[in-house]
């Protein structure tokens, strides 16, 4: 018997390596023919950091991306509403990385194949179902060739995503993945170093702003770096959301002309998105909370238990905290129920409030009170809010999100093998 693991995804990939670790047998059911590198940047905590670095990708996440060393909040004026260091500058015991997110799923992929045998992660297979025994889970999976098959396992492990077939058995009745409003429009940009040249940079206001954070180091031979970048207008909820789907590319005209004078001294968006080869657009969509992630020998886990809204950089972070603490619970108590409950209890309540504050625009709310407060346009951020207001939001988001500084370094391994 073994563990099934429903998604090749971040979390998925990172619940094999986990499970191996830990001595458990895994397989990964991935519904793509081929794993490819795609989508654009992300960004890692220190919290997710700390885990591959257990893992043993502490030489490798410079390959696929770029030490973080600032975080920026900037009205619409272009002054610093706040900065702050980031990793190890901010004095956490580990860094935090801006990355590609499919390089990382790469990584991730070629370390289970090494590790693990080829065969431990199953291409063209979709998990569309399951049935919980009392001594077995039952994965009912689809194949790219047409064929329907059952695959037995221990425990089912359900990372399959924001469309998660396994949390809607789950939850037949829930609503469809909840949109507030916002559309992103993503792509990447090679260009000169802004400000450190490892800053992420949110410009704007609550109803529109700009993303950009470098994802490579920079070029010697070009003095130009990979530079991510996401462009956000928010909508009347009333006409519906579009697709909910990352492959969706789009001409640049559908939204550059509303940040056609967004050109500071030090950041042309304007010049940035046209230099893309490409752009993805998406809505930004979370789920309503549920009260539940286990079923039995099945749980859910990152977006198919808790997908939220990208404003904190929580989403591929959680992914991965979330597979080192079911390979805790795993290895405490067993492939059992008994796992995936204690699992469901440490976590359900916390991210369930995530959601819930990432719905509330997160760390990024804080551009409303200046909206409020000025309008967005200030030239001296100290005559509009209290720095010791600032501080204080700030370090309650990052309690809630599991990586306030002191808590973090003094916490233990998520697993110790002793």
């Given at each position: 018997?073994?563990?099934?693991?429903?998604?090749?995804?971040?979390?998925?990939?990172?619940?094999?390596?986990?499970?191996?670790?830990?001595?458990?047998?895994?397989?990964?059911?991935?519904?793509?023919?081929?794993?490819?590198?795609?989508?654009?940047?992300?960004?890692?905590?220190?919290?997710?950091?700390?885990?591959?670095?257990?893992?043993?990708?502490?030489?490798?996440?410079?390959?696929?991306?770029?030490?973080?060393?600032?975080?920026?909040?900037?009205?619409?004026?272009?002054?610093?509403?706040?900065?702050?260091?980031?990793?190890?500058?901010?004095?956490?015991?580990?860094?935090?990385?801006?990355?590609?997110?499919?390089?990382?799923?790469?990584?991730?992929?070629?370390?289970?194949?090494?590790?693990?045998?080829?065969?431990?992660?199953?291409?063209?297979?979709?998990?569309?179902?399951?049935?919980?025994?009392?001594?077995?889970?039952?994965?009912?999976?689809?194949?790219?060739?047409?064929?329907?098959?059952?695959?037995?396992?221990?425990?089912?492990?359900?990372?399959?995503?924001?469309?998660?077939?396994?949390?809607?058995?789950?939850?037949?009745?829930?609503?469809?993945?909840?949109?507030?409003?916002?559309?992103?429009?993503?792509?990447?940009?090679?260009?000169?170093?802004?400000?450190?040249?490892?800053?992420?940079?949110?410009?704007?206001?609550?109803?529109?702003?700009?993303?950009?954070?470098?994802?490579?180091?920079?070029?010697?031979?070009?003095?130009?770096?990979?530079?991510?970048?996401?462009?956000?207008?928010?909508?009347?909820?009333?006409?519906?959301?579009?697709?909910?789907?990352?492959?969706?590319?789009?001409?640049?005209?559908?939204?550059?002309?509303?940040?056609?004078?967004?050109?500071?001294?030090?950041?042309?968006?304007?010049?940035?998105?046209?230099?893309?080869?490409?752009?993805?657009?998406?809505?930004?969509?979370d789920r309503d909370p549920v009260d539940r992630w286990v079923d039995g020998r099945?749980?859910?886990?990152?977006?198919?238990?808790?997908?939220?809204?990208?404003?904190?950089?929580?989403?591929?972070?959680?992914?991965?905290?979330?597979?080192?603490?079911?390979?805790?619970?795993?290895?405490?108590?067993?492939?059992?129920?008994?796992?995936?409950?204690?699992?469901?209890?440490?976590?359900?309540?916390?991210?369930?409030?995530?959601?819930?504050?990432?719905?509330?625009?997160?760390?990024?709310?804080?551009?409303?009170?200046?909206?409020?407060?000025?309008?967005?346009?200030?030239?001296?951020?100290?005559?509009?809010?209290?720095?010791?207001?600032?501080?204080?939001?700030?370090?309650?988001?990052?309690?809630?999100?599991?990586?306030?500084?002191?808590?973090?370094?003094?916490?233990?391994?998520?697993?110790?093998?002793?």
């Open positions: 018997m073994t563990v099934l693991i429903a998604g090749g995804g971040i979390a998925g990939l990172t619940m094999a390596l986990t499970c191996h670790e830990i001595g458990a047998p895994a397989v990964v059911l991935e519904s793509v023919r081929e794993l490819a590198p795609l989508g654009v940047g992300i960004n890692l905590q220190p919290n997710a950091i700390r885990e591959l670095f257990d893992l043993g990708f502490e030489d490798d996440l410079d390959a696929i991306g770029i030490e973080a060393r600032e975080w920026a909040l900037v009205g619409r004026s272009g002054n610093d509403v706040w900065s702050e260091p980031r990793g190890r500058e901010a004095g956490y015991r580990w860094p935090q990385y801006s990355v590609h997110r499919g390089e990382l799923q790469m990584l991730l992929y070629r370390a289970v194949v090494d590790r693990m045998g080829p065969d431990a992660v199953r291409t063209a297979h979709r998990v569309v179902g399951y049935t919980s025994l009392d001594d077995r889970v039952v994965a009912h999976v689809d194949t790219r060739d047409g064929a329907h098959i059952d695959v037995e396992g221990d425990i089912l492990i359900a990372a399959d995503g924001l469309h998660s077939a396994v949390r809607q058995q789950m939850h037949p009745d829930q609503p469809p993945p909840q949109w507030g409003g916002q559309v992103l429009w993503r792509g990447a940009t090679p260009g000169i170093p802004i400000r450190s040249g490892a800053s992420f940079t949110l410009v704007g206001s609550m109803d529109q702003r700009f993303v950009h954070y470098p994802i490579s180091a920079v070029d010697p031979q070009t003095g130009l770096q990979l530079q991510n970048w996401i462009a956000e207008l928010t909508f009347d909820t009333a006409d519906g959301a579009p697709s909910s789907d990352w492959n969706a590319q789009v001409d640049i005209d559908k939204f550059l002309p509303a940040f056609a004078d967004w050109n500071f001294d030090w950041l042309d968006i304007p010049a940035l998105v046209e230099g893309a080869p490409a752009v993805w657009e998406f809505p930004m969509v099945v749980c859910l886990v990152g977006d198919a238990a808790h997908v939220m809204y990208p404003v904190g950089s929580n989403g591929a972070s959680q992914a991965i905290v979330d597979a080192r603490v079911m390979g805790a619970k795993l290895r405490s108590h067993g492939l059992c129920e008994a796992a995936l409950s204690a699992f469901e209890r440490d976590l359900l309540e916390d991210m369930s409030a995530l959601v819930l504050r990432n719905r509330g625009h997160g760390p990024v709310g804080i551009l409303g009170l200046v909206d409020e407060r000025c309008g967005g346009i200030f030239d001296n951020i100290d005559d509009v809010i209290p720095r010791a207001e600032v501080e204080a939001y700030m370090a309650n988001y990052k309690a809630a999100a599991g990586f306030a500084i002191e808590a973090l370094n003094a916490a233990p391994p998520t697993i110790d093998l002793g």
